[in-house]
């Protein structure tokens, strides 16, 4: 496995810390920023014993009834929704498409290169080659469903795992922001009573989607769903709807404890039937890579959610796999970025066979790239990076040229041609159809990349 240092897991341990609402957090080295959204009041959902759970976070007063409700009125819009995904840890772009034909390339990565021809060429720029384990995203790139940023970053990059990725979440260089660049999103386009319009998929409040005022939500387990011990299958649906026809009868009964039982039956097995699609019995129209990973079903769930009507606007999720490569980087990179890539395949696949393709676009990103020069056996934290942008209606075209490695930084890393608040700009602009000076500070300041056909 490669090897992290230390300040990617201590901030792995402060994430932790801030998604237990209220708890409060560990000590925090000076000048690293609280994750936004630290101390938002949440409200958890028990769906399954052990497993499955749903909190809502920022809606204190939201009770199941106007959880069920709120999704209910919500569903039916056929909005845009976007799907952020992150890799974890500041992602080596220099691998997944490499300057093989640069000699500073060669020079500056003596073991750790790939060898010229092992890896389909860069569409756009012949001297750049995918990594073989990306043929999934050059397949998508050559069919024009897939958009590249090769050096997307920000002026004077924080080279701090949790400061750049804080950067990122909240979109802005500000490291006192508590709200993230899709929760203000969400103030702006969301409702007071549908927690799906934002939805973390990792078990915890992604920053990025922390709001100021609307209920976001995140889904903890691999499955969402009630559960009985030693009961299943038609036995098991039995039950559940003889429970939902209690519930419902005690509603009426006059006894004001029996009607609340009554109620929160009837609403959780509802709710049970809302979100059947998140469970285990998914059967997606495509393959997804087999895995002994939570990350293809995840993915293979939220395409079933969409097809189900669920109202859901901004998604969060982490990718497989931990990109912090100091040490060993060819040992776990390829594998990482292969399940990563061959699963989004899939859920692009699936949401086209779906008819929901249109809906939805795919945010792939890293807090960082890594410095061009080896170390050892991996690769230092570095600036610039590379970002991916898939679905149906993006150009699938080079967003900013690749700027070589002949005129690095001060730093001796690779520069940006792209920054990510341009891009976000772009998203809430031309996807969502949002000002994005309501969202991004200094917004009229960033150049808007034309990601749309």
Same mark, same amino acid.
């Given at each position: 496995?490669?090897?992290?240092?230390n300040? !990617?897991?201590?901030?792995?341990?402060?994430?932790?810390?801030?998604?237990?609402?209220?708890?409060? %957090?560990p000590?925090?080295?000076?000048?690293?920023?609280?994750p936004?959204?630290?101390?938002?009041?949440?409200?958890?959902?028990?769906?399954?014993?052990?497993?499955?759970?749903?909190s809502?976070?920022?809606?204190?007063?939201?009770?199941?009834?106007?959880?069920?409700?709120?999704?209910?009125?919500?569903?039916?819009?056929?909005?845009?929704?976007?799907?952020?995904?992150?890799?974890?840890?500041?992602?080596?772009?220099?691998?997944?498409?490499?300057?093989?034909?640069?000699?500073? $390339?060669?020079?500056?990565?003596?073991?750790?290169?790939?060898?010229?021809?092992?890896?389909?060429?860069?569409?756009?720029?012949?001297?750049?080659?995918?990594?073989?384990?990306?043929?999934?995203?050059?397949?998508?790139?050559?069919?024009?469903? %897939?958009?590249?940023?090769?050096?997307?970053?920000?002026?004077?990059?924080?080279?701090?795992?949790?400061?750049?990725?804080?950067?990122?979440? &909240?979109?802005?260089?500000?490291?006192?922001?508590?709200?993230?660049?899709?929760? +203000?999103?969400?103030?702006?386009?969301?409702?007071?009573?549908?927690?799906?319009?934002?939805?973390?998929?990792?078990?915890?409040?992604?920053?990025? %989607?922390?709001?100021?005022?609307?209920?976001?939500a995140?889904?903890?387990?691999?499955? $969402?769903?009630?559960?009985?011990p030693?009961?299943?299958?038609?036995?098991?649906?039995?039950?559940?709807?003889?429970?939902?026809?209690?519930?419902?009868?005690? &509603?009426?009964?006059?006894?004001?404890?029996?009607?609340?039982?009554? +109620?929160?039956?009837?609403?959780?097995?509802?709710?049970?039937?809302?979100?059947?699609?998140?469970?285990?019995?998914?059967?997606?129209?495509?393959?997804?890579?087999?895995?002994?990973?939570?990350?293809p079903?995840?993915?293979?769930?939220?395409?079933?959610?969409?097809?189900?009507?669920?109202?859901? +606007?901004?998604?969060?999720?982490?990718?497989?796999?931990?990109?912090?490569?100091?040490?060993?980087?060819?040992?776990? !990179?390829?594998?990482?970025?292969? %399940?990563?890539?061959?699963?989004?395949?899939?859920?692009q696949?699936?949401?086209?066979?779906?008819?929901?393709?249109?809906? &939805?676009?795919?945010?792939? $990103?890293?807090?960082?790239?890594?410095?061009?020069?080896?170390?050892?056996?991996?690769?230092?934290?570095?600036?610039?990076?590379?970002?991916f942008?898939?679905?149906?209606?993006?150009?699938?075209?080079?967003?900013?040229?690749?700027?070589?490695?002949?005129?690095?930084?001060?730093?001796?890393?690779?520069r940006?041609?792209?920054? !990510?608040?341009?891009?976000?700009?772009?998203?809430?602009?031309?996807?969502?159809?949002?000002?994005?000076?309501?969202?991004?500070?200094?917004?009229s300041?960033?150049?808007?990349?034309?990601?749309?056909?």
């Amino acid at each position: 496995m490669a090897c992290h240092c230390n300040e !990617f897991s201590r901030a792995h341990l402060l994430r932790s810390a801030a998604a237990e609402a209220g708890r409060g %957090l560990p000590s925090i080295e000076p000048g690293m920023p609280l994750p936004a959204g630290t101390g938002l009041n949440r409200r958890s959902f028990m769906l399954r014993a052990g497993l499955g759970m749903m909190s809502v976070y920022g809606a204190s007063k939201l009770g199941l009834g106007d959880l069920q409700g709120g999704i209910a009125k919500a569903q039916g819009t056929q909005a845009p929704i976007l799907v952020t995904v992150f890799m974890d840890g500041g992602m080596d772009s220099l691998s997944v498409l490499a300057p093989v034909e640069d000699a500073d $390339y060669r020079r500056l990565r003596p073991d750790l290169r790939l060898a010229q021809g092992i890896g389909p060429s860069f569409l756009e720029d012949q001297s750049l080659m995918w990594h073989p384990r990306a043929t999934a995203f050059n397949l998508l790139h050559r069919a024009g469903k %897939l958009s590249v940023l090769p050096a997307i970053g920000y002026d004077s990059p924080d080279q701090s795992h949790f400061t750049s990725r804080h950067f990122w979440e &909240v979109g802005e260089l500000d490291a006192n922001e508590r709200t993230g660049w899709m929760g +203000r999103l969400i103030d702006i386009i969301g409702t007071d009573d549908n927690p799906l319009q934002g939805l973390s998929l990792d078990g915890w409040l992604s920053p990025s %989607l922390a709001t100021s005022s609307k209920p976001v939500a995140a889904i903890d387990g691999s499955s $969402y769903d009630l559960w009985a011990p030693g009961v299943w299958s038609e036995v098991e649906s039995l039950m559940f709807d003889s429970v939902q026809e209690i519930g419902r009868a005690s &509603v009426g009964t006059g006894d004001a404890g029996m009607a609340t039982a009554g +109620r929160i039956a009837d609403q959780s097995v509802t709710l049970r039937e809302q979100l059947a699609p998140f469970g285990d019995e998914i059967l997606p129209p495509v393959p997804y890579p087999e895995a002994d990973h939570w990350f293809p079903q995840n993915m293979s769930a939220l395409a079933a959610m969409i097809a189900a009507d669920m109202p859901i +606007r901004c998604v969060s999720v982490s990718a497989p796999g931990g990109y912090d490569t100091h040490d060993n980087q060819e040992d776990s !990179f390829g594998d990482d970025i292969g %399940l990563t890539f061959d699963t989004l395949a899939a859920f692009q696949a699936d949401l086209e066979l779906r008819g929901l393709a249109g809906r &939805v676009l795919t945010l792939v $990103y890293s807090e960082f790239g890594r410095r061009p020069e080896q170390n050892a056996t991996g690769t230092d934290h570095g600036a610039a990076g590379a970002a991916f942008l898939m679905g149906s209606r993006v150009r699938g075209e080079m967003v900013g040229e690749f700027p070589g490695l002949a005129n690095l930084d001060d730093d001796d890393n690779l520069r940006h041609t792209s920054d !990510f608040r341009g891009l976000y700009c772009s998203l809430l602009e031309q996807w969502f159809d949002v000002d994005a000076g309501a969202v991004i500070p200094g917004a009229s300041s960033f150049a808007r990349p034309q990601l749309l056909s």
